[in-house]
């Protein structure tokens, strides 16, 4: 299949175009956008093309009602989208014949939205999920073709939560694309257990010490790889002073770091900061 992906993102454009090609794929080309300021944080644009694979084209639309005519260019049979910041509108879904195969990390129809790793995190979830579905007209409730579970509460870093998400794509990526191309049209998604995973709000960008200790931490923790609305990152407190942004917590000592007491009088040490 003539395959095309729509990403915002370096570590998806890098991480998936080995596997479509180990699959017997060829990847045609990317379409992606600016899209709204911050909303994976500090990430250029032009660090697209710094990974971009040889013989991959990178088209960017000025804005979504470009990505139609855009992918229509490349001619692909199938698009794949993941980490991408923008709707995409009927008329680009519908230009490739096969559909546009979407990676969502969540299981599908829970954390709809564009929030869903944040979401997880913040609520303590032992598990993450993750779902390939084809696009439709709303957001993330295409027909299912291929979805897993992972453990989400040994991570102790945004990186190995990232290491997860990709195991994903390893392991069902080559699954959802070749029930893809035998002809499956995926399964309607069930009507139980669904929620959206929406922005979080204003306020939860700053440390709330009042809160149990546990809870504080599942706010750094949600902070690791949340979508954020105008750029606004958290978490953000005073420390010695100092305006940071907290980016890693424990609820012990091992790795040392400064102790700050919480709402049930456990203490919180801060084990990694950047400058607010």
């Known amino acids: 299949m003539r395959i095309a992906v729509f990403t915002r993102l370096p570590a998806v454009l890098r991480e998936i175009t080995p596997i479509i090609r180990d699959c017997g794929h060829d990847v045609v080309g990317v379409v992606t956008t600016e899209g709204p300021s911050g909303r994976y944080g500090e990430v250029p644009l032009s660090s697209l093309v710094d990974v971009r694979p040889a013989g991959v084209d990178i088209l960017v639309a000025d ?30 879904i519908a230009v490739p014949p096969l559909g546009v195969l979407n990676g969502h990390p969540a299981r599908l129809p829970r954390y709809r939205g564009p929030n869903p790793i944040g979401w997880a995190l913040r609520n303590g979830d032992l598990e993450i999920g993750f779902t390939f579905h084809f696009m439709d007209a709303e957001f993330d409730t295409g027909p299912v073709v291929a979805q897993d579970t992972a453990p989400l509460a040994p991570a102790e870093s945004p990186e190995e939560v990232l290491a997860v998400l990709f195991r994903f794509w390893t392991t069902l990526l080559p699954e959802a694309l070749a029930r893809i191309e035998a002809g499956y049209p995926g399964v309607e998604q069930s009507r139980e257990d669904e929620s959206y995973a929406g922005f979080f709000e204003p306020e939860f960008v700053e440390l709330d010490w009042t809160r149990p200790a546990e809870e504080v931490q599942r706010q750094v923790r949600a902070w690791w790889l949340a979508a954020a609305r105008d750029g606004l990152h958290g978490p953000l407190t005073v420390l010695d002073g100092k305006r940071i942004r907290v980016l890693r917590a424990r609820l012990d000592d091992r790795e040392g770091g400064a102790p700050v007491a919480c709402g049930d009088g456990r203490l919180l040490w801060i084990v990694e900061t950047l400058p607010a």
């Open 63 to 92: 804005s979504s009602k470009r990505f139609a005519p855009l992918l229509a260019a490349l001619e692909p049979d199938l698009a794949v989208c993941g980490g991408f910041p923008v709707r995409i509108p009927a008329d680009a």
